[in-house]
């Protein structure tokens, strides 16, 4: 069921021109509209990858339908798409919503750390886990994520936000660059020491079930790709088909002229390393150290 906004709080940065929201049930959502100006689409892309990052235990914000009404539209003089030389206002209907991350405090929530802070992310690790989705979604944008903390917490954790051009935003092509869907800084790859830093990442995205995948292209609004089901159902077929390319596309971004990996072990540098699916479930289990 869609989460009724109720309040207009401010508006986003992003060329989504997102808008912040408070919603019937208290949380706070950062609001998509159908009518952004990149595409229609790019909530059907949030709404469906958000969801496959959360099924492979990724950090990323509850999304959920946000029912925005006409009512409250022509009451927010604030809730208006720039396009440019025009201006229009946001559109009434179902749109794309994403819980705000931590909360509304200064310094809770930030998207960008200096260097000695960024070490120390508390789930750095999960930058290897969000190469890997995103190289399966074809994300044509840069990683996008967002550092939150506590009140009284020292350390950060990455809530990985923005999927909206994964499957190239609002043409869903597959388009696999070796520098596309990667976050800006190195850094965060410093504990990357091998295949086993992507293995767990792997085993569940190559093992998620297909129900799961369909179970969220089933969620997403007629009107968000207009209602052309055909396009959506290739969509989600070629997307379970290229499971098993995600590991050339790493290995081609670790290849590149970043050298983002330098920290990967001795040895055959993208060897396997003899990681496979039943080494893994034992590794989950806690069979395996």
Not at 40 to 46: D, G, H, M, P, Y
Not at 61 to 71: C, G, K, M, R, Y
Not at 95 to 113: E, I, K, N, T
Not at 271 to 281: I, L, Q, T, V
């Amino acid at each position: 069921m869609a989460v009724t906004a109720v309040q207009h709080i401010r508006r986003m940065r992003g060329g989504a021109q997102g808008q912040l929201m408070l919603g019937a049930d208290g949380h706070v959502y950062v609001v998509k509209f159908q009518n952004n100006p990149q595409h229609t689409r790019v909530l059907a892309n949030e709404l469906l990858a958000t969801r496959l990052a959360a099924a492979i235990g990724l950090t990323t914000p509850q999304a959920d339908l946000v029912d925005v009404s006409q009512w409250l539209i022509e009451n927010t003089p604030e809730l208006e798409m720039d396009l440019g030389r025009s201006r229009e206002r946001c559109k009434p209907g179902l749109h794309f919503g994403s819980r705000f991350a931590g909360g509304l405090m200064p310094g809770q929530v930030v998207d960008y750390l200096p260097e000695e802070q960024l070490a120390e992310v508390k789930n750095i690790e999960e930058f290897a886990g969000v190469l890997a989705l995103d190289k399966w979604t074809g994300n044509a944008n840069g990683r996008q994520a967002v550092f939150v903390k506590k009140q009284r917490e020292r350390r950060y954790t990455a809530h990985f936000i923005d999927f909206g051009y994964c499957f190239h935003a609002g043409e869903w092509r597959f388009e696999d660059l070796p520098l596309r869907g990667v976050y800006y800084r190195n850094l965060v790859y410093r504990e990357v020491r091998g295949w086993e830093s992507f293995e767990k990442w792997l085993f569940k995205i190559e093992k998620l079930s297909e129900d799961v995948v369909w179970g969220a292209v089933n969620e997403i609004p007629h009107e968000w790709y207009g209602g052309n089901i055909s396009e959506l159902e290739a969509l989600a077929e070629k997307l379970l088909a290229r499971r098993g390319k995600i590991r050339e596309l790493i290995e081609a971004f670790g290849n590149s002229d970043r050298q983002p990996f330098p920290n990967w072990g001795p040895g055959d540098k993208f060897a396997a390393k003899g990681w496979n699916d039943s080494r893994w479930e034992a590794s989950i289990e806690g069979r395996v150290n």
